[in-house]
């Protein structure tokens, strides 16, 4: 049978290369100095859930929420095989904890509808609590399996998932619907298809009007140009909190109980680091070194 899916997804800045010039002086991120990524267990979200389309059949439905900017993240989604894409996207949605953020994720998907599962990262690379899946399927009301690294089985009612931990592997069943976080083991994302990056160079949020009626004046008006992806499909859904049936106190910073009390942070000078040749005699070198500092021994 055709399963629908929804998955979550989020843009977050590359913190694999954090460097001395990214931390702003009150210990905060600047993000604008980190280029903007597919958060990677999104990626193999995104992978299981396009696994099942393929062998089942049914829809996938891909959800943000962020920034204008997190529109790069959908037409990603979109160059990989996802039927559609929504942004959420608001002044209202900002300074969410992830209280807000599940609350605003609950509401979106009650909008879209029927569903049978909604895939999601396990964690995110920046704000890095790996919450927000957990709320969201309590708000929901649905069962959730985080750690999700097989499908081991998949019928109308119910999901058999083998889940993976540093220690070892649990399999575990539950009803449809439900949630699941997926771990990075879980499978290697395919990369964007040459053809689906073709069909949909266009497809933009309203936010991007203006950019692409600079780079294709033909459109001349954004009346023309909304007619014209309208009628292709590759008009990506914004929706603002005026288009959700919210409650207004649960969203953004007014939604968020959580108060930042203090950021510590370690940047790792270059002086600080050493570099080990990649040889028998590097390896050697770096373990007595480890014992002789009871690091391992
Ligand atoms: C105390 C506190 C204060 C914060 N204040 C701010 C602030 O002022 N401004 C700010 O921008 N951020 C703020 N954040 C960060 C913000 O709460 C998180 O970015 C957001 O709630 C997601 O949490 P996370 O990054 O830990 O995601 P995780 O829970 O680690 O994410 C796990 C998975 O959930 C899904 N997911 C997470 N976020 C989204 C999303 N936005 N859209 C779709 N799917 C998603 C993805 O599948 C992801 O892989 C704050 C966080 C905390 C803890």
Same mark, same amino acid.
């Not at 790069?72 to 608001?90: C, T």
């Given at each position: 049978m055709p399963y629908n899916s929804i998955v979550l997804v989020k843009q977050v800045p590359d913190t694999h290369n954090i460097h001395g010039d990214v931390m702003k002086d009150d210990g905060t991120i600047n993000r604008a100095a980190l280029p903007a990524i597919f958060n990677p267990e999104d990626l193999n979200a995104l992978e299981m859930a396009?696994?099942?389309? #393929?062998?089942?059949?049914? %829809? /996938?439905?891909?959800?943000?929420?962020?920034?204008?900017?997190?529109?790069?993240?959908?037409?990603?989604?979109?160059?990989?095989?996802? =039927?559609?894409?929504?942004?959420?996207?608001?002044?209202?949605?900002?300074?969410?904890?992830?209280? %807000?953020?599940?609350?605003?994720?609950?509401?979106?998907?009650?909008?879209?509808?029927a569903f049978d599962l909604?895939?999601?990262?396990?964690?995110?690379?920046?704000? =890095?609590?790996?919450?927000?899946?957990?709320?969201?399927?309590?708000?929901?009301?649905?069962?959730?399996?985080?750690?999700a690294e097989t499908i081991v089985q998949l019928d109308a009612n119910e999901i058999v998932v083998a889940r993976a931990f540093p220690l070892g592997k649990e399999i575990v069943k539950c009803t449809l619907p439900c949630l699941l976080t997926v771990v990075g083991s879980a499978n290697q994302?395919?990369?964007?298809? %040459?053809?689906?990056?073709?069909?949909?160079?266009?497809?933009?949020?309203p936010l991007e009007y203006n950019t692409l009626l600079s780079q294709w004046q033909e459109f001349e008006t954004e009346e023309k140009l909304d007619a014209y992806l309208a009628?292709?499909?590759?008009?990506?859904?914004?929706?603002? %909190? =005026?288009?959700?049936?919210?409650?207004?106190?649960?969203?953004?910073?007014?939604?968020?109980?959580?108060?930042?009390?203090? /950021?510590?942070? /370690?940047?790792? #000078?270059?002086a600080e680091s050493k570099q080990i040749p990649a040889n028998a005699e590097g390896v050697a070198a770096l373990m007595q070194e480890l014992v002789k500092e009871y690091i391992v021994g």
């Open positions: 396009l696994q099942v389309k #393929e062998r089942y059949g049914g %829809a /996938v439905t891909v959800l943000t929420m962020g920034p204008p900017t997190a529109a790069e993240v959908l037409r990603d989604a979109l160059y990989r095989g996802a =039927d559609r894409v929504v942004l959420l996207s608001d002044r209202r949605f900002a300074g969410a904890d992830t209280l %807000a953020t599940s609350y605003t994720l609950k509401c979106a998907i009650q909008k879209i509808g909604i895939f999601c990262g396990r964690q995110a690379i920046d704000g =890095d609590t790996a919450q927000v899946p957990p709320q969201t399927a309590e708000k929901l009301g649905i069962p959730q399996i985080t750690y994302p395919r990369p964007p298809s %040459a053809r689906k990056m073709i069909e949909h160079k266009l497809a933009a949020t009628a292709r499909n590759l008009k990506i859904p914004l929706w603002t %909190a =005026d288009d959700l049936a919210v409650d207004a106190n649960r969203l953004g910073l007014n939604g968020s109980p959580t108060q930042v009390y203090k /950021v510590n942070y /370690v940047v790792l #000078e270059t």
